[in-house]
T-cell receptor
Framework: SQQGEEDPQALSIQEGENATMNCSYK?????LQWYRQNSGRGLVHLIL?????REKHSGRLRVTLDTSKKSSSLLITASRAADTASYFC????????????FGAGTILRVKS | NAGVTQTPKFRVLKTGQSMTLLCAQD?????MYWYRQDPGMGLRLIHY???????AKGEVPDGYNVSRLKKQNFLLGLESAAPSQTSVYFC????????????FGAGTRLSVL
C-alpha cells in the first residue's frame, strides 16, 4: 500500500538540462521527503518539505508541495552525469505510525 | 563515523535454510527499520523498532523475525528461506518522530535458490 507514486518511471536527459520528477500520494502527511539511490547503494536523504511549506531549495534541488493536489515535484537544475540515480519520494504521516512510505522511484539517466 | 552498517553484503541460501542479517548504527538513533527492495516496487517495510527491546510489524512481515536487544543493533532473521525472499534488504535508522529522516545502510543482496 504505497502512498508515493513517482512519475515518470524513467527519464533520460543531456548533461546541463533540468530534470523534473513528480510524486503523488493518497492521504494526509506531516512531511514529504526525497531520497537518491545510486546503483548498488543505499538511499541517501536529499530534502524534506513540511506539509505547511510550498517550496524548498537546496543547492540545485527545488522541491514543491501541493497538499490540495496531494503532489510534489523535484527539480534538479543543470544536471550532471553524477546525478544519474534513482529518486524516491517518501511520505511521513504520524497517524500512520513512525514510518515512511516510499514510492517506486524514478530512474534518472544524465548523458554526458 | 560509520553510520549504518549491514552485514553480510551478499548471501546465497538454499530453500529452507536460515540466516540472520545484522544492522548496526553508531548515531544513537532510537528508531530502526528493515526494508526489502524488489525491482519496480520501491522499498517495503518489513519490521521496525522504536526503541531497545521493542519491535513492530511493517507492510510485509511474514517469514521474517526481528530483535532489538541493544539500541545500536537490529537483527533480521529468516527462519526458513523461500525463493520469494530473494531481494535486496536495507536497514535504516532515524532519530525519532516529527521529522523522521532515515539513514540507510548499503544493503544486503540475498538470493534464495
Amino acid at each position: 500500500s504505497q502512498q508515493g507514486e513517482e512519475d515518470p518511471q524513467a527519464l533520460s536527459i543531456q548533461e546541463g538540462e533540468n530534470a523534473t520528477m513528480n510524486c503523488s500520494y493518497k492521504t494526509s502527511i506531516n512531511n514529504l521527503q526525497w531520497y537518491r539511490q545510486n546503483s548498488g547503494r543505499g538511499l541517501v536523504h536529499l530534502i524534506l518539505i513540511r506539509s505547511n511549506e510550498r517550496e524548498k531549495h537546496s543547492g540545485r534541488l527545488r522541491v514543491t508541495l501541493d497538499t490540495s493536489k496531494k503532489s510534489s515535484s523535484l527539480l534538479i537544475t543543470a544536471s550532471r552525469a553524477a546525478d544519474t540515480a534513482s529518486y524516491f519520494c517518501a511520505t511521513y504521516d504520524m497517524e500512520y505510525g513512525n514510518k515512511l512510505v516510499f514510492g517506486a522511484g524514478t530512474i534518472l539517466r544524465v548523458k554526458s | 563515523n560509520a553510520g549504518v552498517t549491514q552485514t553480510p553484503k551478499f548471501r546465497v541460501l538454499k530453500t529452507g535454510q536460515s540466516m540472520t542479517l545484522l544492522c548496526a548504527q553508531d548515531m544513537n538513533h532510537e528508531y530502526m527499520y528493515w526494508y526489502r527492495q524488489d525491482p519496480g516496487m520501491g522499498l517495503r517495510l518489513i519490521h521496525y523498532s522504536v526503541g531497545e527491546g521493542t519491535t513492530a510489524k511493517g507492510e510485509v512481515p511474514d517469514g521474517y523475525n526481528v530483535s532489538r536487544l541493544k539500541k545500536q543493533n537490529f537483527l533480521l532473521g529468516l527462519e526458513s528461506a523461500a525463493p520469494s525472499q530473494t531481494s535486496v534488504y536495507f536497514c535504516a535508522s532515524s532519530l525519532g518522530l516529527a521529522v523522521n529522516i532515515q539513514y540507510f545502510g548499503a544493503g544486503t543482496r540475498l538470493s534464495v535458490l
